[in-house]
C-alpha cells in the first residue's frame, strides 16, 4: 500500500528482477493497495525477495522487500532402495533438493556422517542442488546398510533414505549322483518275498519307477543312509522323495509321521556323528507330502552325505530317489580329474604336467601350476567329456607376458584352434599368482576348451568351468512311447543315467519300430525350461542313422498327439553320413513344460534310436518350498525366519514386515 499525489502507480519485481502483474489494484482518495500471489508450497521454485517500488510523475519512491521461503523437499535417484549382489557395483546415488534460503545437504552412512572428499560431484543451479555419492563395489557385509541424505534449512531438516541389500551371489547345478562311489545305509534294510530295498535303490535310475524301487531301511533307532562322493563337494539343497502307497509293499506298520525330525549332514567322516559334521537347515517336520526340500543354508563342504531319522524311538526309512544340489563358485572348485575330464598341450615340462591345470588344487605355489611349452605357439585343450553351454572360465595364472585367447566348442581341428567359438581373451601383462575370469558373451554349447598363446610357455596352475544347469531326468514321474524293440523295461534306458562307456550296446537302449508314428514321451519331476537336448546314440551303425533323419523334439504341457502340439525345441534333425555318437538340439526360446516328446519323422520306415537323453534347463516356476507357522518371542528377544524358494532362472527372496518395508536378510 501506497500514498501520494499526483496519483501513485505500484510495480512488483520477482527476486530475478521481472515485472509481475498485479492480481488486484484498489484505489481510495490518494491511496493504492496493489496485490501479487506468490504460491509457496514445499519443493517449488519462487523463493526469495519479492520487491514493491511506488512511483508517480515526480518521483519513485522507496521499495520495500517481502522475504518468501520455500520449504525444501528431496528426490533420490535411482531409488530408496537398491539390490545388488555381492561384487556388483552399486554406482551414484543422487540426492537432489531446492528451496530458499540454500539449504545445505549432507550423506550419512548407518547413522556416520560421509567425508565431503568421498562425493562425487555437486551443483548449484537456480534454487535446485544436488550431491551425489559413489557407493562403488557392494560385499555382503554392505547389506542392510542406510544411506541418508540430509538436507537443513535454518531449523527445518528433512532427509531420504536408501537401503541398500545386497544378495549372496549364488550359482549352483545340479549333481549327478547315479553312479557315486558308495551308498552305504545303517545296519540293514528291509526285504519282502525275495525283494530287496537296498541303500542303491535311493539313486538308482534304471528301474521301473513302480513299487520296488525306494530304499526301507529296516525298523530301528536312528536309521540312515550315507552317500560318499569322489571328492569333497559343497550341497546347495537336498530334495528327497518319498512314496506311501503302491503294492503292498510297505511294511504294515510303516508311517511316514515316523521320519520326523529327518535330517540331513555333510560331513568328510565315513562315521555319522563324527565332530565335522554339519546340519543342512533344520530337522524335517512331519507333513503330508511326498517331496522333502532340505536347504542347506551354509552350503557345508564333505565327501559324505547322511540322511538320518533324529529319534531313539525305532522306526523306518524310506528314500526313493534323491536329488542334489551343489553349489559350485571359486570357493568350491570341482575336481575334474575325479570327474573324469583329460587335458592335453602343445608341450609341458615334465615336473609340471597339464594335469595339474585340473586337479583341483588351487594352492599359490609353482609346484602345483602346470608349465606349458611350445614352439611360436603354446596350448591346451581340455575335454569335459559332455558338452555343456559354458558360461565362465576361470583361469589361476603364475604371471605371463602375452596375450591369451580362450575358445569353447566342439572341434578337434588344429588341437581346437579351428571350428571352435571364442569365449574370450586374458590381457598380457599379468604378474605372480592371479585368477583372470573369461565371460563369454553368451553361453557356447562345447566340449573341449581351448586355451592359446603365441608366448613360447605359459603357466595355468588351475581352470574352472561354469555352465548351465544340465538336469537329470531320471527322476521322470513317468515314460511313454509308441511301440518298441526289446523288453518292456527298456522304455526306462534312455533315463537310467547311464552314458557312454556304459550305453554301447542294442539291449541298452530304447528302439521304436519303424513307423510313420514313431514317439517317446517323459514327464518330467516338474515343469522346466529347457534350453537344449542332447540324445546318445552311441550304439547305432552308420548304415541305420538315417532312419532318424527328420525327427523333432517338443516342450509343453500338452499330451495331445502324444505331445506334439507343445513347442518345438530347434528344428527338425538331418541326418549327415556316418556314425553319429550324439545329438545336441538347441532350444531357440528355451521352452517351458512338463512333458518333453521325441517324434519320428512323418515315414514309415522312421526310427527313434535312444541311449540316452539328457536335458539342459531348470525347473521353470518359482515357488515357495517352506512350511511356515507362526511364532511367538519374549519382549526383546530374537528370533530367525527362514523362507527357502525354488525356480528358474535365479530368483531373490525378499521380506515385508508389518508395516510393509522390506527388511534387510541375513
Known amino acids: 500500500?501506497?500514498?501520494?499525489?499526483?496519483?501513485?502507480?505500484?510495480?512488483?519485481?520477482?527476486?530475478?528482477?521481472?515485472?509481475?502483474?498485479?492480481?488486484?489494484?484498489?484505489?481510495?482518495?490518494?491511496?493504492?493497495?496493489?496485490?501479487?500471489?506468490?504460491?509457496?508450497?514445499?519443493?517449488?521454485?519462487?523463493?526469495?525477495n519479492y520487491t514493491c517500488t511506488p512511483s508517480n510523475a515526480d518521483k519513485i519512491?522507496?521499495?520495500?522487500?517481502?522475504?518468501?521461503?520455500?520449504?525444501?523437499?528431496?528426490?533420490?535417484?535411482?531409488?530408496?532402495?537398491?539390490?545388488?549382489?555381492?561384487?556388483?557395483?552399486?554406482?551414484?546415488l543422487e540426492c537432489v533438493t531446492n528451496g530458499y534460503p540454500e539449504p545445505t545437504i549432507t550423506w550419512n552412512q548407518n547413522n556416520t556422517n560421509i567425508s565431503v572428499a568421498v562425493l562425487e560431484h555437486e551443483h548449484r543451479v537456480k534454487n535446485r542442488f544436488d550431491q551425489v555419492l559413489d557407493v562403488g563395489t557392494a560385499v555382503l557385509s554392505d547389506n542392510g546398510t542406510v544411506y541418508v541424505?540430509?538436507?537443513?534449512?535454518?531449523?527445518?531438516?528433512?532427509?531420504?533414505?536408501?537401503?541398500?541389500?545386497?544378495?549372496?551371489?549364488?550359482?549352483?547345478?545340479?549333481?549327478?549322483?547315479?553312479?557315486?562311489?558308495?551308498?552305504?545305509?545303517?545296519?540293514?534294510?528291509?526285504?519282502?518275498?525275495?525283494?530287496?530295498?537296498?541303500?542303491?535303490?535311493?539313486?538308482?535310475?534304471?528301474?521301473?519307477?513302480?513299487?520296488?524301487?525306494?530304499?526301507?531301511?529296516?525298523?530301528?533307532?536312528?536309521?540312515?543312509?550315507?552317500?560318499?562322493?569322489?571328492?569333497?563337494?559343497?550341497?546347495?539343497?537336498?530334495?528327497?522323495?518319498v512314496r506311501t502307497v503302491g503294492g503292498g509293499w510297505l511294511p504294515s506298520d510303516f508311517d511316514l509321521m515316523g521320519m520326523d525330525n529327518l535330517t540331513v549332514y555333510v560331513s568328510n567322516s565315513s562315521t555319522l556323528g563324527s565332530s565335522d559334521q554339519q546340519r543342512c537347515a533344520d530337522r524335517w517336520k512331519y507333513e503330508s507330502t511326498t517331496d522333502i526340500l532340505i536347504d542347506c543354508t551354509s552350503s557345508p563342504i564333505g565327501r559324505y552325505l547322511y540322511v538320518t531319522t533324529v529319534s531313539n524311538i525305532p522306526t523306518y526309512l524310506l528314500i526313493c530317489s534323491i536329488v542334489l544340489n551343489r553349489e559350485k563358485g571359486?570357493?568350491?572348485?570341482?575336481?575334474?580329474?575325479?570327474?573324469?575330464?583329460?587335458?592335453?598341450?602343445?608341450?609341458?615340462?615334465?615336473?609340471?604336467?597339464?594335469?595339474?591345470?585340473?586337479?583341483?588344487?588351487?594352492?599359490?605355489?609353482?609346484?602345483?601350476?602346470?608349465?606349458?611349452?611350445?614352439?611360436?605357439?603354446?596350448?591346451?585343450?581340455?575335454?569335459?567329456?559332455?558338452?555343456?553351454?559354458?558360461?565362465?572360465?576361470?583361469?589361476?595364472?603364475?604371471?605371463?607376458?602375452?596375450?591369451l585367447v580362450l575358445f569353447v566348442g566342439q572341434s578337434l581341428v588344429e588341437n581346437g584352434a579351428s571350428g571352435n567359438t571364442r569365449c574370450g581373451v586374458v590381457s598380457s601383462g599379468i604378474a605372480g599368482f592371479q585368477w583372470q575370469n573369461v565371460t563369454c558373451s553368451m553361453p557356447i554349447l562345447g566340449q573341449f576348451i581351448y586355451i592359446q598363446t603365441m608366448a613360447n610357455s605359459m603357466r595355468i596352475c588351475e581352470i574352472e568351468v561354469f555352465y548351465d544347469n544340465v538336469m537329470n531326468i531320471y527322476h521322470a514321474v513317468n515314460v511313454t512311447a509308441s511301440d518298441q524293440s526289446g523288453t518292456s523295461s527298456a522304455i526306462w534306458k534312455p533315463i537310467d543315467g547311464l552314458r557312454a562307456p556304459h550305453d554301447l550296446y542294442y539291449e541298452d537302449s530304447w528302439v521304436s519300430l519303424p513307423s510313420s508314428n514313431a514317439w517317446y514321451r517323459v514327464e518330467l519331476p516338474w515343469r522346466s525350461a529347457i534350453s537344449s537336448v542332447t540324445i546318445y546314440t552311441k550304439f547305432v551303425p552308420s548304415s541305420r542313422i538315417a532312419d532318424m533323419n527328420g525327427f523333432a523334439v517338443y516342450v509343453g504341457d500338452s499330451v495331445i498327439g502324444n505331445g506334439n502340439r507343445n513347442a518345438i525345441c530347434g528344428m527338425p534333425w538331418t541326418a549327415p553320413t556316418g556314425v553319429v555318437t550324439l545329438i545336441t538340439i538347441e532350444c531357440l526360446n528355451a521352452p517351458v513344460g512338463k512333458y518333453l516328446y521325441v517324434a519320428g519323422a512323418k515315414r514309415s520306415d522312421a526310427r527313434i534310436y535312444l541311449n540316452e537323453i539328457s536335458i539342459t534347463g531348470c525347473e521353470a516356476t518359482a515357488r515357495i518350498a517352506t512350511t511356515f507357522s507362526d511364532q511367538s518371542i519374549d519382549y526383546l528377544s530374537t528370533t530367525s525366519l527362514l523362507c527357502t524358494a525354488v525356480g528358474c532362472p535365479y530368483i531373490t527372496i525378499e521380506w515385508i514386515g508389518p508395516n510393509g518395508m522390506v527388511l534387510p536378510t541375513s
Open 149 to 241: 541424505c540430509v538436507v537443513t534449512q535454518g531449523s527445518t531438516v528433512v532427509n531420504k533414505s536408501v537401503l541398500l541389500i545386497v544378495h549372496r551371489k549364488v550359482e549352483h547345478e545340479l549333481l549327478d549322483i547315479s553312479t557315486p562311489v558308495t551308498v552305504n545305509s545303517s545296519t540293514s534294510y528291509y526285504a519282502m518275498s525275495g525283494l530287496q530295498f537296498a541303500p542303491q535303490l535311493a539313486i538308482q535310475a534304471d528301474t521301473t519307477r513302480e513299487w520296488s524301487s525306494c530304499f526301507v531301511s529296516n525298523k530301528e533307532a536312528n536309521p540312515w543312509l550315507q552317500l560318499q562322493f569322489k571328492s569333497a563337494i559343497s550341497i546347495f539343497n537336498v530334495r528327497l522323495v
Open 330 to 403: 571359486p570357493q568350491h572348485p570341482l575336481n575334474w580329474s575325479a570327474d573324469g575330464a583329460t587335458v592335453v598341450s602343445s608341450g609341458y615340462n615334465s615336473s609340471h604336467p597339464p594335469q595339474l591345470a585340473i586337479d583341483g588344487n588351487l594352492t599359490a605355489i609353482e609346484t602345483c601350476c602346470s608349465l606349458l611349452t611350445g614352439s611360436g605357439t603354446t596350448w591346451l585343450r581340455a575335454d569335459i567329456q559332455t558338452p555343456r553351454y559354458i558360461k565362465e572360465v576361470r583361469l589361476l595364472f603364475y604371471g605371463t607376458k602375452a596375450r
Open 61 to 92: 519512491g522507496a521499495s520495500y522487500h517481502a522475504a518468501v521461503t520455500v520449504y525444501p523437499d528431496i528426490t533420490i535417484y535411482p531409488s530408496s532402495r537398491l539390490i545388488v549382489k555381492d561384487g556388483e557395483t552399486v554406482g551414484l
Open 1 to 48: 500500500t501506497a500514498a501520494g499525489y499526483p496519483t501513485v502507480n505500484i510495480t512488483w519485481t520477482d527476486p530475478t528482477g521481472n515485472t509481475l502483474s498485479a492480481n488486484s489494484t484498489l484505489r481510495v482518495g490518494n491511496k493504492v493497495t496493489s496485490t501479487v500471489s506468490v504460491t509457496n508450497h514445499k519443493g517449488a521454485d519462487g523463493g526469495g
